[in-house]
């Protein structure tokens, strides 16, 4: 490889709004992933993400959960390391990306594992519907706010001026 086809990995180069936001959002889905599986399904016990066949099966499936978000965690750290150090991370990017990967994450556990496959509910025994409603709503107002953050930063990116 060519020096010129390197990327500058000298510190003060330009930041990297896009990939900023990329990171954080996988490090937020991953984080929402964590709450959830510790909080729902080890703390409360109302669920396992498979729920559909026996406990055993309910556990594994709650093991390989949190293996896939272990792996997104640490994978989107070493990514934010690598932004970090190379100076390329956009901070106002990067803080949309974590609310939008919390809102996608929770909106598409809400909408696609809980109502369209029916891998799980959120609670067994009582009238769900609060408790979906709190879900999605919760997970609508994380993605909103990244939304906003996203905005406000390719809005303040493109007037030129410094990141808040």
């Known amino acids: 490889m060519r020096a010129s086809d390197r990327p500058d990995t000298t510190p003060g180069t330009r930041t990297e ?3 900023s936001m990329a990171v954080c959002a996988l490090i937020g889905a991953a984080v929402t992933a964590a709450v959830d599986e510790i909080v729902f399904h080890q703390i409360l016990g109302w669920h396992h993400f498979y729920d ?12 390989l959960l949190h293996t896939a978000e272990l792996l997104a965690l ?3 750290f070493f990514l934010y390391a690598d932004l970090r150090r190379r100076g ?16 996608a994450f929770q909106l598409f556990d809400g909408i ?5 496959l029916r891998l799980h509910q959120i609670r067994y025994g009582v009238d769900v519907t609060p408790y979906d409603v709190a879900w999605n709503l919760a997970g609508l107002f994380l993605l909103l706010t990244g939304v906003g953050l996203a905005v406000r930063a ?5 007037d030129g001026q410094p990141p808040v």
């Open 17 to 19: 709004p896009r990939r």
């Open 52 to 63: 559909r066949s026996t406990a055993g099966a309910g556990l594994l499936s709650d093991g």
């Open 74 to 76: 640490c994978a989107g």
């Open 88 to 103: 390329s991370l956009a901070a106002p990017h990067a803080w949309a990306g974590l609310f939008l990967g919390m809102g």
């Open 112 to 116: 696609v594992d809980h109502k369209l």
């Open 154 to 158: 390719e809005r303040r990116r493109a």
